[in-house]
């Protein structure tokens, strides 16, 4: 079991389009403390798929929306499935009409989406962020470093940089 299944459990329940949460709410639903970079950083609450946290209430169907660190509150917002919205990482959302998606592309989302057991934004957002890692990854070939090769990823070096300041 993950550390933010209960939270995906708990927002999996929510009957509303909207949850705001106190961030001590969501300890008490977790069982324990949000990192400190939860608190310092705004993009900790981003959309994404590459953060396990994030991972979290994006299965369940939602997205955070409005994240108020001083007030220490964030809002998540229910996801349509006939419209999904999704925010990058400079919060411009943008639409995918799912019904004007190519069989092909539909079939493959819906594919993703039940091998994954999660809805159409995630499945969209895991499926986006393969593709950009197969693209760097052969970026990387066709530009071989000298050297070794490290077994760290450049994301978590940045991300440890931004932790740590």
Known sequence: MGLYDPL????????FSRAP?????????????LPASA????????NTSTHSHAEAW????????????ARERVVFKKVQDSATDLAGASD???????????PS??????RRAQEHGCPFPVAIDSLLGEMALERRRRIRERFP??????????ADLIREDRDAR
């Open 145 to 154: 470093l000298g050297g070794e090769r490290s077994d760290v990823d450049s």
């Open 92 to 102: 411009e959302a943008f639409t995918v009409r799912l019904a004007n998606l190519r």
């Open 105 to 110: 592309a539909r079939a493959l989302l819906e």
């Open 21 to 33: 949460f106190e961030f001590s709410q969501i300890e008490d639903i977790l069982r324990r403390k």
């Open 58 to 69: 994006m299965k369940a169907g939602w997205k955070t929306s409005e994240v108020d660190l």
């Open 39 to 46: 608190r310092l950083h705004p993009a900790w609450w981003a």
């Open 8 to 15: 995906t459990r708990h927002l999996e329940h929510c009957r």
